[in-house]
């Protein structure tokens, strides 16, 4: 069982519009939680990394949230451009522990 | 500075023959991990090296799957014998520590094509 779920699968939003994405994990003990951004035919390139202790992290139009208490984070995109159209990838790494566990992604597309 | 540098960045293969991936780390990083990512579906670790040694391959086919990091050059991922289920993209990281979370840089992948 994937310890990491991310919805939705995918959204369309229009350009200049908000949009939210979520992230539940199950990792535990848990030591950090981070947000990538893979665009297609690219490698992941990392937008926020965030500890149990931290709640919110920002990135330009990029925030992050966390609650290391019900295991959930989002990240939410603030007037979405053409180039936000990616995969969003929430990774989480447990304690006294190298490896991450990844979820598979939420694919959101901008439109003009 | 340049980054986690990968190639070829795609790769056709015929069933039967060998693939081999190169990844050379960001300067200084000492650290590589090998994935494979399917379509629709999330990375999946397979192989954690470090210079001459392998940490944990417990991610990795126990058959025909090999990778190495040399003391010099790059660390090679091999698939002898491929199949079409190995058709996938595989991403390399490297990072200055095992716990180098912030440092941690992703290649931009091989996508291998078994026809």
């Known amino acids: 069982k994937n310890q990491v779920e991310q919805s939705p699968q995918s959204l369309i939003i229009l350009e200049g519009k908000n949009c939210t994405l979520q992230c539940n994990y199950t990792v535990s003990p848990f030591s950090n939680l981070r947000w990538y951004k893979q665009d297609t035919g690219r490698g992941p390139v990392s937008l926020t990394i965030?500890?149990?202790?931290?709640n919110t992290k920002s990135n330009g139009r990029y925030t992050a949230t966390l609650d290391a208490d019900t295991k959930q984070s989002s990240l939410h995109i603030t007037a979405s451009q053409l180039s936000d159209s990616a995969s969003y990838i929430c990774v989480v790494r447990g304690s006294n522990d190298y490896k991450l566990s990844f979820g598979a992604g939420t694919t959101v597309t901008v439109r003009a | 500075n340049a980054g986690v540098m990968q190639n070829p960045r795609h790769l056709v293969r015929r069933r039967g023959q060998e693939a081999r991936l190169r990844c050379s780390p960001v300067?200084?990083?000492?650290?590589v991990y090998w994935y494979r990512q399917l379509p629709e579906e999330g990375l999946k670790f397979m192989v954690y090296?470090?210079?001459?040694?392998?940490?944990?391959e417990s991610g990795m086919p126990k058959e025909r799957f090999s990778a190495e990091f040399p003391k010099e050059g790059p660390s090679i991922l091999r698939i002898q014998q491929v199949v079409r289920g190995d058709s996938a993209a595989y991403f390399c990281?490297?990072?200055?520590?095992?716990?180098?979370?912030?440092?941690?840089?992703f290649g931009s992948g091989t996508r291998l094509t078994v026809v």
């Open positions: 965030m500890t149990f202790s931290e």
């Open positions: 990281a490297s990072s200055p520590w095992d716990r180098g979370d912030y440092g941690y840089t």
């Open positions: 090296l470090q210079k001459e040694n392998i940490i944990d």
């Open positions: 300067k200084g990083h000492s650290h």
